[in-house]
């Protein structure tokens, strides 16, 4: 009898499509991917109702999820709701103190919310929230990488992001960084796997450490 495959459902980070995956690849039969897309937030949705309304389309039991950036983010709030295996996260943050200065200022001042939406459907301005600040060199090359250009999302994303407020971080939750990550620079993580030279896109730079290591940290108990 075959055994069941483990599920593993992959969140991308913020406005990115699963395409930030494709170079991802789990051993079959033993793994099973799933790749989760963004939806467009309901007006004054919480990130709370938001996980809960993502959670609709995970349809296995006992999963691994996997979340990079802000897509980390959403996964840790999924969790709160559904029995998973594993909770991964990919360049992102499990603890409101994580977070960098430049966001709690935000968050302080509420400059989040004079980001212009006309500004937010801009490409540069996407790439630049999504990938970090250095991307604009290579900006061609991830427009492939974002699937959400519109307003409504964006400016949600970022105000859910800025304004997150975990205080500890979930039981069993495997964290791995970059030591080179522009967007949450690794001084402010604490207790994670450091890959060295990683940036925040490493998941698509170094997907090679990813196809080695992942099968493990999946595996282990």
């Not at 949705?45 to 996980?51: G, K, V």
């Not at 060295?196 to 595996?219: A, R, S, V």
């Amino acid at each position: 009898m075959d055994l069941e495959p483990i599920h593993v459902y992959f969140m991308p980070g913020m406005a990115a499509s699963p395409k930030i995956f494709e170079y991802i690849k789990l051993p079959e039969p033993q793994f099973k991917p799933h790749f989760l897309e963004w939806m467009i937030p309901e007006n004054q949705e919480s990130i709370m109702d938001y996980a809960l309304r993502m959670c609709k389309h995970i349809k296995h039991g006992n999963i691994v999820l996997v979340g990079v950036s802000f897509g980390g983010v959403l996964v840790q709030e999924m969790s709160k709701h559904i029995s998973i295996r594993k909770l991964i996260i990919i360049s992102s943050v499990k603890l409101q103190s994580e977070l960098p200065k430049q966001m709690v200022i935000a968050k302080a001042t509420m400059a989040y919310k004079l980001i212009p939406t006309q500004l937010a459907s801009k490409i540069d301005v996407v790439a630049k929230y999504a990938f970090g600040n250095n991307v604009t060199k290579r900006l061609e090359l991830y427009k492939k990488y974002l699937s959400v250009n519109d307003s409504k999302y964006l400016s949600w994303a970022i105000e859910q992001m800025v304004c997150w407020s975990q205080k500890e971080y979930l039981e069993g939750l495997v964290h791995i960084h970059g030591d080179n990550d522009s967007v949450f620079p690794i001084k402010n993580i604490k207790n994670c796997i450091i890959i060295t030279g990683g940036t925040h896109i490493m998941i698509i730079n170094k997907y090679k450490w990813f196809n080695e290591n992942l099968p493990h940290i999946i595996l282990e108990e």
